[in-house]
């Protein structure tokens, strides 16, 4: 008789609890960041290349920070209070986008909640890997994605409640963000234990080239990868753009963002524990093929079917891509120097997103929301060549 399988283990309960602190922060961050475009265009009278820059600066900032609480966590040994430390930075920003006038504040809050996030983005994914077992990784950065993105479709919802409620007052919905930011750093407080980490496992200072040889080939293609992933897929921010110049009410804007998430948050769990059962490189292609889909079905109309289904795809690649990334990373770095590996990941890819911001922007206001998307399209394509024509290294496939 052919043995029954043995079962998955189980995740364990810190990642779920992990899980719930990401859906509360993006609850309070989606609150905002739903709205913000069109209240920078509509209130504030900024550009859309405006946007597009803050966006980039914000995002490609929280990116970059990455590497510096990463390697931070490694040397010090110590993961959790660099993550309360960043999930208490993102919970102090959110009263400054209410006060904002003008693009400058919005800027400033934008940057300080952004390097919260770069404070615990690190720490926080190599604190997942440091407590599941190798063989569930894929299931649980899934999980936490899928959690997370809960509250980046719960969010958007609110807002478009409140927004109804009291009469498109965006500065009244952002008071309202206040809350939950601060639930998710109490939670994360009071409810994560980290686990002791072994004598001698600190390597030192993590960026010292003994170290750094440490991380091999097939990180560094990971590393790679996920660059062109990132020039390849703007900020979601033009999403949002995309729906209103067609024609969406302000109020309603959100909704973008609420059926991007919904698919994402669905989809996440269930692609995190098949990239523990297939080859990640396939999947990774298959995600790439989903983007190109997604700006096609963009470009051709910013109305109706075509318009979302376009939002709905984009949601599946990210689903497909984002938590399998993570997972690739922890498989190809050595478990003592997890945080450098996510930090020096998060740094090259922050690059490629203020780049890929920027230039979406200025292919915006120049040419048109069609443009923005075909080229993205084009990038989408030459890097699904990338990975198909060079081969990825035992580690990382």
């Known amino acids: 008789m052919t043995p029954a399988p043995r079962p998955s283990p189980r995740l364990p309960g810190g990642v779920w609890v992990l899980g719930f602190v990401s859906l509360l ?31 980039g600066a914000a995002e490609a900032t929280a990116l970059m920070v990455k590497v510096f609480s990463g390697v931070l966590s490694d040397y010090w040994g110590r993961r959790k209070p660099l993550a309360v430390l960043g999930y208490g930075l993102g919970a102090i920003s959110k009263p400054l986008f209410a006060l904002a ?12 909640d952004r390097i919260g996030k770069g404070l615990r983005g690190a720490p926080r994914d190599a604190l997942i ?40 007052d ?52 990971v590393v790679g990868v996920g660059a062109v992933f990132t020039l390849a897929r703007f900020s979601e921010a033009f999403l949002v753009l995309r729906a209103q110049q067609g024609g969406l009410h302000l ?19 269930p692609f995190g524990k098949l990239s523990d059962k297939m080859s990640h490189r396939a999947l990774l292609a298959w995600g790439l093929a989903v983007l190109i889909a997604a700006d096609l079905l963009l470009a051709a109309s910013g109305t109706g079917p075509l318009l979302w289904s376009g939002i709905a795809v984009w949601g599946l690649h990210m689903a497909m891509t984002q938590g399998l990334l993570s997972a690739m990373v922890a498989q190809a770095a050595p478990a003592d120097l997890r945080g450098t590996a996510f930090g020096f990941f998060n740094l090259v890819s922050g690059l490629a997103l203020l780049a890929a911001s920027g230039v979406a922007g ?31 290294p035992a580690s990382a496939a």
Not at 376 to 382: E, K, P, Q, R, W
């Open 25 to 55: 922060m993006d609850v309070s961050s989606e609150l905002i960041h739903s709205l913000l475009p069109v209240f920078m265009v509509t209130t504030l009278g900024t550009t859309v290349l405006v946007v597009g820059l803050i966006e």
């Open 101 to 112: 006038s003008t693009a400058g504040l919005v800027l400033s809050a934008r940057l300080i």
């Open 129 to 168: 890997a440091d407590i599941v077992r190798p063989e569930v990784r894929g299931a649980a950065f899934g999980l936490r994605q899928a959690l997370d993105t809960v509250g980046a479709f719960v969010g958007p919802m609110l807002a478009i409640g409140l927004m109804l409620l009291w009469a498109n």
């Open 170 to 221: 965006f500065r009244a919905v952002f008071w309202v963000a206040v809350i939950p930011g601060f639930l998710s750093v109490a939670l994360l407080f009071v409810a994560v234990k980290e686990p002791a980490h072994a004598a001698g496992e600190r390597p030192g200072n993590p960026i010292r080239a003994a170290n750094l040889r440490r991380l091999g080939p097939g990180y560094w293609w």
């Open 251 to 269: 109020a309603w804007t959100p909704l973008v963002l609420i059926a991007m998430n919904i698919v994402y948050s669905v989809g996440a769990y």
């Open 362 to 392: 200025l292919l915006w206001d120049h040419w048109g929301a069609p443009a923005t998307f075909l080229v993205g399209a084009g990038f989408s394509v030459a890097a699904l060549s990338v990975l198909v024509l060079r081969p990825a």
